[in-house]
């Protein structure tokens, strides 16, 4: 039983190693920065303000062992493109049964991509509404596109060094869909009555 529910977790395994190695870098690192910051005149420790940065430090070492470490599993579908892909085909990002067999295993790799880019920057979506209290709706999806270009282009850049990842900017267009019902779930709640305003600055 217990197996059955972690099964759908098994194939993030490959990114639990590069996930903790760029965490034990990158949280000490911010950890002296921010405490190098608030001995400045004029900034309050807020833990509040403190947990929530540190989050998006975690959430982006994640974000670039995810999609930055090599991906020798792709490596044949690599090989056999230019390595970026300019072109969005609404066919591959909604998996269409016309272009792939229900039951195949390219329907089910199309799919299980199509969430997984989804999902990865939908706490993105989240964190940057947070972080920035006062940022609009569209600026938001501005900085999670920006975030997901960056991405694709160093994945097109490290194939020069073996990572066998693709550019592909259907990945871009779901990447913002994802932080789009991130942002636009923080933006709703933030429509009840009684939801706090004031947030202290970094």
Same mark, same amino acid.
């Given at each position: 039983?217990?197996?059955?529910?972690?099964?759908?977790? =098994? *194939?993030?395994?490959?990114?639990? +190693?590069?996930? $903790?190695?760029?965490?034990?870098?990158?949280?000490?690192?911010?950890?002296? +920065?921010?405490?190098?910051?608030?001995?400045?005149? &004029?900034?309050? =420790?807020?833990?509040?303000?403190?947990?929530?940065?540190? !989050?998006? *430090?975690?959430?982006?070492?994640?974000?670039?062992?995810?999609?930055? !470490?090599?991906?020798?599993?792709?490596?044949?579908?690599?090989?056999?493109?230019? &390595?970026?892909?300019?072109?969005?085909? %609404?066919?591959?990002?909604?998996?269409?049964?016309?272009?792939?067999?229900?039951?195949?295993?390219?329907?089910? @790799?199309?799919?299980?991509?199509?969430? &997984?880019?989804?999902?990865? @920057? +939908?706490?993105?979506?989240?964190?940057?509404?947070?972080?920035?209290?006062?940022?609009? +709706?569209? #600026?938001?999806?501005?900085?999670?596109?920006?975030?997901? @270009?960056?991405?694709?282009? %160093?994945?097109?850049?490290?194939?020069?060094? &073996?990572?066998?990842? $693709?550019?592909?900017?259907?990945? *871009? *267009?779901?990447?913002?869909?994802?932080?789009?019902?991130?942002?636009? =779930?923080?933006?709703?709640? #933030?429509?009840?009555?009684?939801?706090?305003?004031?947030?202290?600055?970094?």
């Amino acid at each position: 039983m217990l197996r059955q529910l972690l099964y759908p977790f =098994l *194939v993030y395994r490959s990114v639990a +190693f590069p996930f $903790l190695v760029l965490s034990a870098v990158a949280v000490p690192c911010w950890l002296v +920065f921010r405490l190098y910051r608030l001995r400045t005149p &004029g900034h309050r =420790l807020s833990f509040y303000r403190e947990i929530l940065l540190l !989050t998006v *430090v975690l959430y982006l070492s994640g974000l670039a062992a995810a999609t930055l !470490t090599p991906n020798h599993n792709s490596r044949l579908g690599a090989e056999a493109t230019v &390595g970026i892909e300019l072109h969005p085909n %609404l066919a591959s990002l909604i998996c269409s049964s016309a272009i792939l067999p229900r039951g195949s295993k390219a329907r089910f @790799f199309c799919m299980y991509n199509a969430a &997984g880019n989804i999902l990865l @920057f +939908f706490p993105l979506g989240i964190l940057i509404p947070l972080v920035w209290r006062h940022i609009r +709706f569209w #600026r938001g999806i501005q900085i999670a596109i920006a975030v997901s @270009f960056s991405i694709e282009l %160093l994945q097109y850049l490290s194939r020069a060094w &073996g990572s066998y990842r $693709l550019a592909d900017v259907n990945d *871009v *267009v779901l990447n913002g869909l994802g932080a789009s019902l991130g942002l636009a =779930l923080v933006f709703l709640l #933030r429509l009840r009555p009684g939801t706090r305003h004031a947030v202290p600055r970094a």
